[in-house]
């Protein structure tokens, strides 16, 4: 073949696609009766935007990031996640944003990632993410987090579980941060090259290595809550005794930091097992100071991401996206040069009455037709050939019962049963 895509990347195909659009419908209608409202911000940014967000030394921005100039010489990236984009457009927007207390956000579109390509991890991902910006209440962590898996459980997917951590604010981060270094230390040689460079930079990412031998060396590693300064210490608890409170299935994960730096407080994953090594299918956060570094007033927010691409792996798996419905009522077959015209004709007017209709463009064959009509999945065929433009009827083939019926007007036709 001469032209395949891009690697790291796929194409959905309408059978998948369908099933897409059915979830996000869903998804959607849950995070509306959470109070959220879509905005729709480019794919593409300032890299500055980007680098100052999620952090210069994470391995997003050292390693992933698609970086480009356009003919004006402007520095460029393609969107690695939604964040940023969205911090940026609430400040530009500060006028149509200030008027609320809590302005909450989702927005749904495809990330790109310079990653190694794998199961459930791709170079051009779908997001779905809410952001909510304004409070620092830990009954917003909580409620978004119940969220997160009320949309889960709703799409069909069992045994999910949150796992949550702290990773501090500016306060405890250094004291956080110095433990890691000297747990480290020691077991440093085994460790790979990124970690080795991230020991210096940002010891925290060393958690988030990708590498599975590292992983094994951090076993033992010190818990960091017991670092936590009293204010984050007492949001984590409030966030834990209301997930308790509430029946929420949750694990404290010492080692969850997530791969972004402008997270403070409380982390979370909600992973499935049914994913292997990227089990995460959501995951988000805190972030208090990150619309103050990206030049805003000091506001706290909250926001999570559901991995689209991952989440059909999952609900496949379980048999959960077998094919929608068929969306096509009728598919219109037409025969000879008068009854190809009558096909048309009447496609334009059932169309015009929004009721779904395809018609079958080649002449000759009603089996030929028949085959179409049943590939997509249409209800009905409706049948025009010399009898009928003759004798001013339709022949109709219902292709659930298999029975086959005359009509006599297109206002019959649109009241057929779909
Ligand atoms: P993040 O933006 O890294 O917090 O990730 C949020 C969610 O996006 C993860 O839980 C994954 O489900 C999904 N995700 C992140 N990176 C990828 C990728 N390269 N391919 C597919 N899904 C991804």
């Keep these: 073949m001469k032209y395949t895509s891009a690697r790291g990347t796929r194409d959905i195909l309408p059978d998948e696609s369908g099933v897409w659009r059915k979830f996000i419908k869903r998804i959607t209608e849950i995070l509306i009766n959470f109070g959220y409202e879509e905005i729709q ?9 980007f680098q100052r967000a999620v952090g210069d030394t994470t391995d997003i921005i050292e390693k992933e990031m698609y970086v480009f100039k356009d003919k004006g010489d402007r520095n460029l990236a393609l969107r690695p996640e939604g964040t940023a984009s969205i911090v940026r457009a609430y400040l530009q927007n500060m006028n149509y944003f200030q008027k609320r207390k809590l302005n909450k956000l989702f927005y749904c579109g495809p990330m790109f990632r310079y990653e190694r390509p794998q199961t459930g991890r791709y170079r051009q991902f779908h997001q779905i993410g809410v952001e909510a910006i304004g409070s620092q209440s830990p009954y917003l962590d909580v409620e978004t987090m119940i969220m997160g898996v009320q949309i889960f459980t709703e799409l069909g997917l069992p045994d999910v579980s949150i796992a949550v951590h702290s990773v501090g604010c500016d306060v405890c981060r250094p004291v956080i941060r110095e433990r890691i270094k000297s747990f480290v230390e020691s077991i440093l040689p085994n460790l790979c090259e990124d970690c080795k460079s991230r020991f210096h ?11 599975h031998s590292c992983q094994n060396f951090f076993m033992g590693m010190p818990e960091m809550v017991s670092a936590l300064c009293k204010e984050c210490n007492d949001h984590f608890l409030s966030v834990i005794n209301c997930l308790e409170e509430n029946g929420v299935n949750h694990t404290v994960d010492n080692h969850l930091v997530r791969g972004l730096d402008y997270y403070t407080k409380t982390v979370f994953e909600i992973r499935s097992n049914l994913l292997g090594a990227q089990n995460a299918i959501c995951g988000g956060g805190r ?6 570094e990206l030049g805003g007033r000091k506001t706290p927010a909250f926001g999570f991401a559901i ?8 609900l496949n798996e379980l048999g959960l996206t077998k094919s929608v419905e068929g969306l096509l009522k009728f598919m219109i077959i037409g025969l000879g040069n008068k009854g190809l015209d009558q096909a048309f004709s009447l496609a334009i007017k059932l169309r015009r009455e929004n009721i779904a209709t395809e018609l079958f463009m080649k002449d000759g064959s009603i089996n030929e037709g028949l085959k179409e009509a049943l590939l997509v999945k249409a209800r009905y065929a409706v049948i025009i050939g010399e009898d009928e433009t003759e004798g001013n009827f339709f022949t109709v083939k219902d292709l659930r019962g298999k029975k086959q019926f005359k009509i006599f007007s297109v206002n019959e036709l ?3 049963d779909n």
């Design 41 to 49: 911000t480019p794919i593409f940014e300032q890299v500055e935007l």
């Design 201 to 211: 930079k940002n010891p925290l990412r060393i958690l988030d290595c990708k590498n």
């Design 287 to 292: 972030y208090d100071n990150l619309i103050h």
């Design 307 to 314: 991995g689209l691409d991952r989440l059909y792996i999952v």
């Design 414 to 416: 649109i009241t057929l």
